[in-house]
Every structure is written in structure tokens, then in C-alpha cells.
């Protein structure tokens, strides 16, 4: 393994060590509830550029934890109504990590198992999620099939008349993705 790989699995591993006082969902107000906008990419190596319709949920769930959804329609030319364009969700539960400033992502129920266990190296990413004074950042870690791995970060924010979205993708250690984008609240 290679010392950037190294370093950069040191420093996920360092974040989930750090212990800040937990803040409680209660901070991100703001974020709670349903929004619709679009995001477009900043940088993006080696492809198109692409854009992006999306609609983001954000509910508190249980006593303390989050649950975040969101839906991605990836646009052709602009457009959400011609071939080729694809569409993606995605869902995450958090909860308080015991005894730690930052949340994890629950793993999905499984009525055929007592309890699954992650396998970063079989593939399972490893989520968790840091809420702020009125932000929301989710993060996502994988060890890829050569190794390498692969970060991905979301930071949500309140912004003027909704939310601001911010997703990098790093893939060992070099930035290959940054999108940005802007949600309203859903009525």
C-alpha cells in the first residue's frame, strides 16, 4: 500500500477518533425536511460534465439519530425526459457513535441474519455522519478491488432560501469529482 493510501486511511481513521462534544440533531433544523433543486459538476476528470435534478430528506429519527434520503437524476443535455438518463438514490440512518462527537450509519435490516458485521474488505463502505452547528456532513470510505481507496464527502448547509450541497469524490488521494449545488424547501 502505498504512503498516500496509508496517510489517507490514517486521517479517516483519526476523524473517527476525535472526540468534540456531541451535537444533537436538534442543530440542524434547518436541514430537516424535504428539498428540490439541482447540482452541477465543478470538476470532473476525464468525462462530460454532468447535471444533476435532486431532491434531499432529512428527518430526525428516534430519539437522537437522522435519517437522510436523497434522489439523483443525472440530466442528457439539460434535459430529464431523453435516453440515457439515469436515476440513483441512496438512504443512510445515523446514530450517535458511543462515546464519540460524530454519528454512524446503521446497517440495513436483514431478517436472515442475527447480525451482519461490516467487511471493508469485501466491499462494504464504511459511513458516518458529523453534524455541526447548523451543517451536515456525511462521509463515505471504501477500499476499492486494487487497493486504492476511495472517499466520498457531502456537506449540506443552510444557504440563503434552502440548502447548499457540496459532494467530492477523491479516489486515492486525488480529487476526481466536485459537484455543487442548491435545494429549496419542498412545500
Same mark, same amino acid.
Given at each position: ?59 430526525? @429519527? ?19 425526459d431523453l435516453p440515457g ?36 474488505v469485501g466491499g462494504d ?13 456525511? @462521509? ?8 486504492? @481507496? ?36 419542498a412545500e
Amino acid at each position: 500500500m502505498s504512503t498516500a493510501r496509508h496517510r489517507a486511511l490514517f486521517a479517516a481513521m483519526a476523524i473517527l477518533g476525535s472526540p468534540p462534544a456531541l451535537a444533537e440533531p436538534a442543530g440542524t433544523q434547518q436541514l430537516i425536511g424535504t428539498f428540490v433543486g439541482s447540482a452541477a459538476d465543478e470538476l470532473r476528470l476525464g468525462d462530460q460534465p454532468e447535471q444533476r435534478d435532486i431532491v434531499m430528506e432529512i428527518a430526525a @429519527y428516534r430519539e437522537r439519530g437522522l435519517q437522510v434520503q436523497w434522489h439523483n437524476v443525472t440530466l442528457v443535455d439539460g434535459r430529464r425526459d431523453l435516453p440515457g438518463v439515469k436515476f440513483r438514490r441512496d438512504a443512510v440512518t445515523l446514530m450517535p457513535a458511543p462515546d464519540r462527537s460524530f454519528y454512524l450509519a446503521q446497517l440495513g435490516y436483514d431478517p436472515f441474519s442475527e447480525r451482519k458485521t461490516l467487511d471493508p474488505v469485501g466491499g462494504d463502505p464504511m459511513r458516518w455522519g458529523v453534524v455541526g452547528k447548523d451543517s451536515l456532513d456525511l @462521509y463515505t470510505i471504501a477500499i476499492r478491488d486494487d487497493g486504492s @481507496y476511495e472517499l466520498q464527502t457531502t456537506h449540506r448547509h443552510p444557504e440563503g432560501d434552502g440548502v447548499a450541497l457540496v459532494f467530492e469524490r477523491v479516489v486515492d488521494g486525488e480529487l476526481v469529482r466536485r459537484m455543487t449545488g442548491h435545494a429549496v424547501r419542498a412545500e
